[in-house]
């Protein structure tokens, strides 16, 4: 198994790339739900008119498993956060924002279920150099703090972009130490990566051993209206 930026990379080819790191993909219709998503936050219109909100698209190889696609999910989350990693010092660099979207469906497996532990790794892993995840689903709608109700996502997918560390802590306080992290995260170069094992059950299961407890309250899911910038 090879590695890439410290992760590992799976050879089982669980997920097909639709369409990569796109300002306007074709493969999902998108442009209506980031425009009702402009209503909920302030980062996401410039954002958008700069082409610096981008979409990189995956649909599950037929026959595959559940832990090899969310095993390619967490890779391809990855990608993405290095990717974003040297950009987000550049002007305008705090409005970038890279989406990893998930098509079709592996049999009897929620989406819900295929991102969860992929995302809570990530959020952990990343926060320490000032990149956030964050998760939507499908057909459900967030709770915004102010009690607002964003519009139901047309796909499921990982947002992946810079942190705003004067406003990103508040949006966690349901897990303390991951707000105390990135409120003094810096990025130093360091490989977030270099001590994950190389077996995806490994990884998994050290993935699985600090995921939260309980879900955390909808108010905390405030942030994850911020142009597709989730702190949940």
């Known amino acids: 198994m090879t590695?890439?930026?410290g992760v590992p990379r799976p050879s089982a080819g669980a997920l097909r790339l639709v369409e990569a790191r796109t300002a306007r993909p074709r493969s999902v219709d998108i442009?209506?739900?980031?425009?009702r998503m402009t209503a909920h936050c302030p980062y996401l219109r410039p954002s958008v008119e700069r082409g610096?909100?981008?979409w990189t698209v995956y649909r599950p190889v037929?026959?595959?498993?559940?832990?090899?696609?969310?095993?390619?999910?967490f890779y391809a989350g990855a990608r993405a956060a290095e990717w974003l990693r040297p950009l987000v010092r550049r002007p305008h660099g705090f409005l970038r924002c890279e989406n990893v979207v998930v098509l079709g469906e592996v049999p009897g497996v929620r989406h819900r279920d295929l991102l969860a532990w992929p995302h809570w790794a990530l959020k952990n892993l990343y926060a320490q150099v000032g990149i956030m995840f964050g998760k939507f689903y499908a057909g459900e709608r967030e709770t915004t703090q102010a009690g607002g109700r964003t519009p139901a996502a047309p796909v499921s997918?990982?947002?992946v972009r810079a942190a705003i560390r004067r406003r990103d802590p508040r949006f966690l306080?349901?897990?303390p130490g991951l707000a105390s992290a990135l409120a003094v995260a810096d990025d130093d170069g360091r490989d977030v990566c270099a001590h994950l094992p190389d077996d995806w059950q490994e990884i998994r299961r050290w993935a699985k051993g600090f995921l939260p407890l309980a879900k955390p309250s909808t108010g905390s899911k405030a942030g994850s209206a911020n142009r597709s910038r989730s702190g949940s």
Do not use: I, K, N, Q
Not at 31 to 35: D, F, N, R
Not at 62 to 73: H, I, K, N, R
């Open 3 to 5: 590695r890439a930026a």
């Open 31 to 35: 442009a209506g739900y980031v425009e």
């Open 173 to 175: 306080h349901a897990t």
């Open 62 to 73: 037929g026959g595959v498993d559940a832990l090899a696609v969310e095993a390619e999910l």
């Open 52 to 54: 610096l909100t981008t």
């Open 157 to 159: 997918f990982l947002p």
